[in-house]
């Protein structure tokens, strides 16, 4: 499974390779920093001319250059980009009442925290539901 990590925190990347060693879902990941980035990596633009499809995404919102709303926001109006499901990770429960209030579509939300269990769910889910 190949998944797009859109995630400008250094330990939160960690975090993440942690949780993907520990679920039992091989998994490839690629990873990029910043919202214009991510957008430059699923429309294959510039240096990511030969990035690989994503099966999923795991977008942060507070991300430089384009946050995560924008990003999210584009790939729902892209007909290209709007059936990879999107994880929205979020920093804290809170932030899912902002999400929601922008009334922006996440395929799934994820909690960051180290618990490859609940990574586990949210991929079988987000695998079903596609």
């Given amino acids: 499974m190949n998944i797009l990590l859109v995630e400008d925190n250094p330990a939160d990347v960690r975090l993440i390779q942690e949780m993907l060693k520990e679920v039992q879902i091989p998994t490839f990941l690629n990873t990029v920093e910043d919202g214009e980035q991510a957008l430059a ?3 294959r633009e510039g240096q990511y001319a030969d990035a690989p ?3 999923f995404i795991l977008l ?3 991300l430089p250059r384009k946050d995560g709303y924008e990003v999210l926001s584009e790939i729902r ?3 290209a980009l709007r059936g990879i499901p999107v994880v929205v990770c979020l920093g804290s429960e809170l932030e899912k009442e902002r ?3 922008y009334r922006l579509p996440a395929d799934c939300l994820f909690v960051k925290s180290f618990d490859p269990e609940q990574l586990t769910q949210i991929f079988l889910h ?5």
């Fill in 60 to 62: 942060d919102l507070h």
């Fill in 53 to 55: 499809w994503p099966d």
């Fill in 77 to 79: 109006r892209d007909l």
């Fill in 41 to 43: 990596f699923l429309r």
């Fill in 99 to 101: 999400l929601e209030a």
């Fill in 126 to 130: 987000c695998r079903a539901a596609t």
